[in-house]
């Protein structure tokens, strides 16, 4: 495989932006293409330039700066006939290798954008869509939290006798991105073997469904209903005692997978009190839990944290302390993993790990360039393209590009 490949994508939001940041990390080619917008609209392009802290520039608040470093940013209208011819003659021209989109599939042919439209100035071209239930519901938009409310995602996150949780994080959206990155990286192979391009449509509703895997099946093995998955707070549902308890300076997470396991929490200074013959398996636990949970929280009332998780590693129980994002950005195994940017202002800004460590952002330091302004590179990539200074001064004026 060639080690870099030049993507066009037609991405907002965040669940695209994160599956091309991917891309981005492995050192490919990403140029993102937004709407340049109306006359007078207050915020053109992507929405997520506007979401979050001020950094000194009107496009780029922080919301949008981490999934977008080290691409380029295009601005076309494609509402119009000649931005939809500008757009094949970019990827004609640039031999774009794969584009992207997040749009509803009902403006796909409205916007000049179909697999079948765009491969004629590519036949080779690898095409991927993510929408939210996928072409078959082409006018169905969807965000992250209505799809965790959707597919059991809040069903099962929080406590069992209080209101359906979201989860932390915009997981759905991820999910998908990480689909989308995985999918097209395996066209790029069959690529390689048989020549020809593809279409590959990521469903994020089939994706959120997908990782029900320890929940859905149930359905097919438990005779009452009563015994399906529901919200559980923090604990496991299957291995007791895995929960969370407070200690003196804060808490901790702790999960007993085994009655060996058991045992050797029993022997622990402050933790004898727990032992009982009823409590030797995992299925008598069960039957005990919350009066084990309680005694576990009064062996912790003597503990620190960092104690307490020194004494579990000894014996070599799975334990951790529950840390804030602000603590986590501190440990050493993701310091030394940040992806960093400057910001407009002069100030390196660290801003994530990447999943895994890649030559591309070795050879760079973890650095990448700042995230793009709206329609930052629009003169460059079309000149690329063959167009003209005079032409591209035509398509500004006519508010083909921005």
């Known amino acids: 495989m060639n080690k870099q490949k030049t993507i066009l994508s037609l991405e907002q939001a965040l669940t695209l932006p994160y599956a091309t940041q991917r891309f981005v990390q492995i050192g490919w080619r990403v140029i993102r293409v937004e709407s340049p917008g109306d006359p007078g609209q207050k915020n053109p392009g992507d929405p997520n330039r506007y979401i979050g802290e001020d950094t000194g520039e009107k496009d780029l608040h922080s919301y949008y700066i981490a999934p977008n470093v080290g691409k380029e940013a295009i601005t076309i209208n494609l509402k119009k006939p000649e931005g939809q011819a500008l757009l094949k003659q970019i990827i004609h021209e640039l031999n774009v290798d794969v584009f992207l989109c997040n749009t509803l599939p009902k403006r796909y042919q409205q916007l000049g954008i179909d697999y079948d439209m765009l491969k004629e100035a590519n036949p080779a071209l690898i095409w991927c869509g993510i929408s939210a239930f996928g072409p078959e519901y082409p006018d169905r938009a969807g965000y992250d939290p209505a799809l965790q409310a959707m597919f059991g995602y809040m069903y099962l996150t929080g406590e069992p006798d209080r209101d359906p949780m979201l989860c932390g994080l915009p997981i759905i959206d991820l999910k998908a991105g990480d689909e989308a990155f995985s999918q097209v990286l395996l066209a790029i192979m069959e690529k390689q073997e048989t020549g020809k391009g593809k279409r590959i449509d990521i469903s994020m509703a089939q994706c959120a469904a997908s990782w029900l895997i320890t929940a859905l099946p149930q359905l097919e093995f438990v005779e009452d209903e009563a015994d399906l998955f529901t919200r559980s707070g923090n604990e496991h549902r299957s291995f007791i005692p895995s929960n969370c308890y407070p200690t003196k300076d804060g808490y901790v997470y702790l999960a007993i997978g085994s009655d060996t396991q058991w045992e050797k929490l029993t022997k622990i200074d402050g933790f004898t009190h727990l032992a009982s013959d009823i409590r030797t398996t995992n299925n008598g636990r069960k039957e005990d839990k919350e009066n084990i949970y309680s005694d576990i929280r009064k062996g912790l ?62 050879k760079n330091k973890n650095t990448l360039p700042c995230a793009p302004k709206l329609g930052e590179h629009n003169e460059s990539v079309l000149l690329e393209a063959g167009l003209t200074k005079t032409e591209i001064s035509s398509l500004r004026n006519k508010r083909i590009i921005g």
């Open 301 to 362: 009332e003597t503990y620190k944290t960092d104690d307490f998780i020194d004494i579990c590693l000894k014996n070599n129980l799975a334990v951790a302390p529950v840390y804030s994002v602000k603590d986590v950005s501190r440990l050493e195994l993701i310091k030394k993993t940040m992806v960093k940017t400057m910001l407009p202002n002069g100030k390196v800004a660290n801003l994530f790990p990447a999943p895994m460590n890649t030559e591309y952002l070795a």
